[in-house]
Nanobody, 130 residues
Framework: QVRLVESGGGMVQTGASLRLSCTASGRAFSTYSMGWFRQAPGKEREFVSAISRSGESTGYGDSAKGRFTISRDNAKNTVYLQMNAMSPEDTALYYC???????????????????????WGQGTQVTVSS
């Protein structure tokens, strides 16, 4: 099972940028589709973004479209989430998640449902002040 460690969270002001990183340990990182989710106090877990194992396909939740960019570096076993133009509504605990793919899955599959991910990081807190 892959182990995930997030970093890069912090406290920023409205309009600022942050880049989150998630590094995976273990082999075969390139066989995992990766996702970012977030959860604010009192709210349900929310899909932020996902990327296929090849890195060629990406998806974004409505709150992330146009502001966030997901990417991955399979050589470094790391997935990133670049967040720009942040607002207080982005305040949450951000989680990295991994889903093992099957050989017959398309290289461009990614998943947006958190229930379909089997490995999770411990989360990194992001706080945006107004």
């Amino acid at each position: 099972q892959v182990r995930l460690v997030e970093s890069g969270g912090g406290m920023v002001q409205t309009g600022a940028s942050l880049r989150l990183s998630c590094t995976a340990s273990g082999r075969a990182f390139s066989t995992y589709s990766m996702g970012w989710f977030r959860q604010a106090p009192g709210k349900e877990r929310e899909f932020v973004s996902a990327i296929s194992r090849s890195g060629e396909s990406t998806g974004y939740g409505d709150s992330a479209k146009g502001r966030f960019t997901i990417s991955r570096d399979n050589a470094k076993n790391t997935v990133y989430l670049q967040m720009n133009a942040m607002s207080p509504e982005d305040t949450a605990l951000y989680y990295c998640a991994a889903r093992m793919t099957e050989p017959w899955d398309s290289d461009n599959f990614y998943w947006t449902n958190w229930n379909l991910y089997s490995a999770w990081g411990q989360g990194t807190q992001v706080t945006v002040s107004s």
